[in-house]
């Protein structure tokens, strides 16, 4: 029992955190969305176009190396690593993708006034549409996330891997998550071709 008890005080933190940057990204952005313009002098613009660049390394990055560390881990049949590596996925999207999220969002839509805004430019509106899209996806992935989470935690203190269960949530996790990745990078793409969609 407490190895069940540890590890969903461990995941309501996770999904607590989780919450609670995502409320705060809502709350700060929602003027923007509303229409509010926050004027930026020009020799500030170059800036809060870096640090726009910059949420988006951190959220892409955080999204393609996920997979890569979970794949080492799986091939190193290990579980302590296993489960090392699951609880790494689980906090960098605390540290890394949800920030990366809300920066990119935030410095989005304070940039759109020197494109004409995020209404009536389609990329910028396509790039938003497929950004909130996104977290369509990322309900089931974050469930198999934690699943997966759960089950590392249980092949440590068991020295035992529930595979068909660990598997099962790994396919959802990789089909879910895939599809959720596809979504901004397809974003990312137009932020950098800049096309006239409609």
Known sequence: MKIITTVITDIRKIQKWTIILYLVGLVISLPLFLGYIIPIPAAYLLWLKVI???GVVILMGNMVIGPLW?????????NNIIHFAMKTICWADIYFSIPGVIVVLISGLMLAPTWGGYDKTSWITASLILLALSGIPAIPTLRAQYKLYR???ESVQNNKLEKIEFNRAMWIWSVWGTIA???PLVSFVFM????TLW
């Open 52 to 54: 726009h660049i910059a």
């Open 192 to 195: 950098i071709t800049k096309p």
């Open 151 to 153: 089950l590392s935690y």
């Open 70 to 78: 979970i794949t080492y881990a799986i091939n190193s049949k290990e």
């Open 181 to 183: 990745i596809i979504l």
